[in-house]
């Protein structure tokens, strides 16, 4: 939350409890490379086979890795759901320190096995736990920094661990010259014991760590295999979420496909061990690239069309990979193809943090978790079969040679797919139907917003209010336009619906309480002609000769409550609302959010024909007002409405200040002396 006065909030890190966990995090991620590597070598070391059993052995260890997500996976996230996630996450961080001490003693190869399926297990876990915290930590609009900082320690660990790894191999020689009696201790049993200890560390520090919310463990609390069931359908039934996931689950799928067979490809390009270590950096450079410069470039484009468009990009960037025979090329699209990747899963981290409620966050976190893993190891282990099923290939065009290997066709299938899925999570997601992409992009690409007619025709400025019912915007907007005549600007104030004389008559119908067999498409298309009309009539006129128009209530209230009250299909009302607009957007929407418990309550006198509506049919619509605002945070101000009015309206100046032009001083105008009263 922003301080009154303080126009850029702190740092993240500032931010003392996610500070904590996050050093715990970044803790256990190099403690997990380190293991990962110290676990490879030693599975070599103990099997002292030949080459091909070695190459088993390190399988081995892979294949547990990735086991126990695919078997448990879906109960650990009902486990974050459902118990303190704070004690979940400690007791995790010790059992991963009893089972990795114990594979150093241990000194088998079976037991390193068994113990790296425990130690997976136990992550199952300690992640979604970890991952719906985060949200509960940090204020929603910097969940989109945390989920980078997270992101960067998850990776940018593993060449530090690498480093690590180098360090303790001579700090083992040199005990081993000092002490004769540890003449055993290698390497590998050294990073281990530095990997448990960091469990420890992390376990100390998320065990001090005060304002993780307790969960509610009622003793009515539904069965995990039904809490496992429940998250299952929330996610089928989430538009937003399912677009989510299949998003996600075709990046990785592609990135399966680009791990199982980069080796081989880098090979036939005529490069060698270093030429792939490069491609590998090279994703990995892409990612850090996309995640902090791709990010604030279109940080005007909404982050629902963002999310389908990099996966449809990174599809495309694979396609062109899978074709060209340059090594060079191939390692310059790799940044690319990383670089979408970062952004996808950016995005995707954020808008489930800040869309899914509390309550099911564990289970979507680790359904996704299961799901990418299945996804990927099925990738990887159908990629190379099918590419040397294929074979190799040459192709002649008259003095033209062309090859086309099993790899470029395991690629070429990777790519077609993501770019399928990306249009598919675009057309499920996709906020602004009724834009063009392309002008959303370009506008974007300026370091603006594309709001059609708003920006060059029209010199005003256009600020929507929007809430619940009793959320009180009604006088918060009220008490803005008068903040800002007092400055001398010219304020329209006006409200929807029945701003307009015809507006008035479509209001009496909207509004009255017998007309209850009103069908939902004709209130949507009752409010949008209201909204039509108020366009055209009122609010175009007075942007025009630069006047500030503030209104209260605007398309997004026909989303939320025609779209998700009424659960009309949300691309059909924002299509028709784009349409009675021409696409008129505002350049800042201020949503004042009010549970609907406490909102309802503030309203007097008989309740009209919305109000009446069941409490589900509110708590729709605010969900889906925060989702709105979710989804463009630089267009939006959510500001919590059970603050103190004072507090609200400071906070609603502050932004507010930001967009303004300088006062010009002008003669004011009112429209609301006008309309009936208003009750908010
Ligand atoms: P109003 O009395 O103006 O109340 P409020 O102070 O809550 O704005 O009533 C407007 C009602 O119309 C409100 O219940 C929300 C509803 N509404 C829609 O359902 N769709 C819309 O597009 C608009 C503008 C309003």
């Not at 070695?54 to 081995?60: F, M, N």
């Not at 026909?558 to 607009?581: C, E, F, H, I, M």
């Amino acid at each position: 939350m922003t301080a009154p006065g303080r126009r850029k909030p702190a740092h993240v890190l500032a931010n003392a409890p996610f500070r904590r966990l996050w050093t715990a995090m970044s803790v256990c991620s190099l403690g997990d490379w380190l293991n990962i590597l110290a676990l490879t070598a030693l599975a070599g070391n103990l099997t002292q086979g030949d080459y091909r059993t070695q190459s088993l052995a390190i399988g081995g260890v892979f294949i547990a890795k990735m086991l126990p997500a695919i078997l448990l996976g879906p109960l650990a996230g009902a486990f974050a759901d459902r118990f303190d996630r704070r004690i979940t996450m400690v007791a995790a961080d010790i059992a991963r320190f009893a089972v990795v001490l114990s594979i150093v003693f241990a000194g088998t190869y079976q037991w390193l096995i068994v113990a790296t399926v425990l130690v997976e297990c136990v992550n199952l876990f300690w992640v979604p736990a970890k991952d719906a915290t985060v949200p509960n930590l940090v204020p929603k609009e910097q969940l989109e920094s945390a989920n980078r900082l997270n992101l960067l320690v998850t990776y940018g660990t593993a060449p530090i661990a690498a480093l690590l790894f180098a360090v303790l191999s001579v700090v083992g020689d040199v005990l081993r010259n000092l002490a004769p009696a540890l003449a055993d201790t290698d390497t590998t049993s050294l990073a281990l014991v530095v990997n448990a200890c960091a469990y420890l560390v992390s376990a100390v520090l998320i065990f001090t760590l005060r304002g993780i919310p307790k969960r509610d463990v009622a003793v009515s609390s539904p069965s995990v295999l039904k809490q496992i069931v429940e998250g299952w359908r929330f996610v089928g039934a989430n538009r937003l979420v399912r677009g989510l996931i299949i998003g996600m689950l075709g990046a990785f799928a592609a990135g399966g496909a680009v791990i199982g067979v980069a080796k081989v490809y880098v090979e036939a390009l005529g490069g060698g061990d270093a030429a792939y270590g490069v491609v590998f950096g090279a994703v990995f450079v892409g990612m850090a690239l996309g995640m902090f410069f791709g990010l604030r470039l279109l940080s005007g484009l909404s982050r629902r069309r963002l999310f389908g468009l990099s996966i449809v990009v990174a599809g495309l960037v694979l396609v062109a990979i899978s074709l060209v025979h340059n090594l060079v090329i191939v390692v310059m699209l790799t940044v690319l193809l990383g670089a979408c990747a970062g952004i996808a899963w950016i995005i995707g981290y954020t808008l489930i943090g800040l869309e899914v409620e509390d309550s099911m966050r564990g289970r979507t976190f680790s359904f996704l978790q299961s799901t990418a893993r299945v996804t990927l190891l099925l990738v990887v282990a159908v990629a190379n079969p099918l590419a040397a099923l294929f074979g190799v290939h040459g192709f002649e065009f008259g003095g033209l040679s062309y090859r086309f290997d099993g790899s470029n066709l395991v690629l070429l299938i990777g790519g077609v797919l993501a770019t399928i899925v990306g249009l598919l999570a675009f057309r499920h997601m996709d906020d602004r139907q009724g834009v063009a992409l392309s002008d959303d992009l370009v506008a974007a690409l300026r370091g603006e917003r594309y709001a059609p007619g708003v920006e060059e025709q029209v010199p005003g400025l256009f600020i929507a209010f929007e809430g619940g019912e009793g959320s009180g915007k009604t006088t918060q907007s009220r008490l803005i336009a008068i903040w800002l005549r007092d400055q001398g600007f010219d304020v329209v104030q006006t409200r929807e619906p029945g701003s307009t004389k015809v507006g008035m008559r479509l209001r009496a119908i909207l509004l009255d309480a017998a007309e209850r067999g009103l069908s939902a498409r004709s209130e949507a298309l009752l409010y949008a002609a209201d909204r039509a009309e108020h366009v055209e009539k009122v609010i175009r006129p007075a942007l025009g000769r630069g006047a500030i128009v503030v209104t209260d209530r605007y398309v997004d209230s026909s989303l939320a409550y025609q779209g998700a009250g009424r659960a009309l299909d949300p691309g059909d009302v924002a299509k028709v609302n784009a349409w009675a607009t021409g696409g008129l957007v505002p350049h800042l929407t201020v949503l004042i959010d009010t549970p609907p418990e406490i909102g309802l309550t503030r309203l007097g006198g008989a309740a009209d024909r919305i109000e009446s509506e069941p409490l589900e049919f509110h708590e729709a619509v605010r969900k889906e007002f925060r989702a709105l605002a979710a989804a463009g945070p630089e267009r939006y101000l959510v500001v919590d409405g059970t603050l103190e009015p004072g507090e609200i309206t400071r906070s609603i100046q502050d932004r507010v200040r930001e967009i303004l032009p300088d006062p010009v001083p002008q003669e004011s105008e009112d429209v609301t002396g006008t309309m009936p009263a208003i009750r908010d």
